[in-house]
């Protein structure tokens, strides 16, 4: 995880949202160690909100969604961890500067004594999903953005998936939710492997909302695909749409943007009526695992979840 850091962004809500990011790290470090990512000068202010279980490592950022801007790790077959290093250009250009941003995996991989895969194409972890058997699953909003990789066809990004990460399907949905004007559509906003071949996805059950037509094309898509192995997908529908009002602005928690944890599922919620019933459907989902909400209202402000200010480290060899 990385501490928030933008403060000219988050002015009166800096406070909030750092109770959130620590919210978020000390449910994580409940199923497993957490590392947080803070500007040099800033550990102290860590290590204060959060537990002893939470470790700190000062490195230079430009903001603190680290799913985005941090690297990708994989797992080769003799259980060897590397992090791929994609370009990270801000999400279009769209925030400010970027500069250390562009540069926290490579760095973040230099301390943690892990190989690094340098990819040449921009590419955030929120826009993909992945069964870790062969399958991916992403969005053409955002993949094929212009503002992306302009020069790169569906053809030319998939080769460069299957390079970094092993896959051998990627499954494209049409759109991220309708409010997401951060990220132009990231997957981890409306689809989550659950595991190989099932998957969570919203659903909107309004027809009169702007994502009824966005969601019902991806949910059509997703019942249609077959997986790395030849499967067809099990969907598990998540309908609730969470909104809320932040001090006169409306905005909406994404519920399948979760992190899953050893033994765990840490969940973004609304602190509303509808959350019961998405962590319902979310523990069913995951029967073996123990599902905690944690609130996420300045998560969502900063246009993200719990699996946007996420990533999750394989263990297995991952020291060298």
Sequence with gaps: MAWPARADYWGAYAERACAEWA???NAIAAFEPVTMVAVPGHASQVRAACTAAV??????IDDSWLRDSGPIFVVNPDGK???VDFRFNSWGERFLPYDQDALVSERLLDVLGIERIPSPIVLEGGSITVDGEGTLITTEQ???NPNRNPTLGRDEIEAELRRTLGVSTVIWLKWGHAEDTHTDGHVDGVCAFVRPGVVLAQTCEDPDNPNYALMAENIAILRSARDARGRSLEVIELPQFPYFDLD???LMTSYPNFYIANGGVVVPIADGPLDANALAIIAAAFPDREVVGVPSRLVAYGGGGTHCITQQLPSVGARS
């Design 23 to 25: 919210a978020t790290a």
């Design 55 to 60: 470790e700190v490592v000062e490195i230079p």
């Design 81 to 83: 961890v590397a992090g």
């Design 142 to 144: 955002c993949l094929l």
């Design 248 to 250: 006169g602005t409306t």
